[in-house]
């Protein structure tokens, strides 16, 4: 098993900056992948942005030039800095990470408990 804690949602204005992270613990092998969604009220959760542990990232085309996504392999933690933010930002940030558990073990998917983030215009 996998735990997930994410913090540093809340509130800010339109044009401010926040700053998410999401450390994972549990008896891990390795960390594929490490990420952040988010859905808004009455959509479906959709990517902001991924990094593999092979060094590829990609983000969503709406957050491009604004979000920056890093991760710490040392803390297993994986960091989310929002800059210029908009109103159509406004949702609940899920962390997602993909990690196994012995070598050549198969891939197994977990999500953080969700943060929010709300920007007012």
């Known amino acids: 098993q996998v735990q997930l804690v994410e913090s540093g949602g809340g509130l800010v204005q339109a044009g401010g900056s926040l700053r998410l992270s999401c450390a994972a613990s549990g008896r891990i092998f390795s960390i594929d992948s490490m990420g952040w969604y988010r859905q808004a009220p009455g959509k479906q959760r959709e990517l902001v942005a991924v990094?593999?542990?092979?060094?590829?990232?990609n983000y969503a085309d709406s957050v491009k030039g604004r979000f920056t996504c890093s991760r710490d392999n040392a803390k297993n933690t994986v960091y989310l800095q929002m800059n210029s933010l908009k109103p159509e930002d406004t949702a609940v940030y899920y962390c997602n990470v993909v990690v196994t558990f012995r070598i050549l073990g198969p891939a197994s998917n977990y999500w953080g408990q969700g943060t929010q983030v709300t920007v007012s215009s």
């Open positions: 990094l593999t542990s092979g060094g590829r990232s």
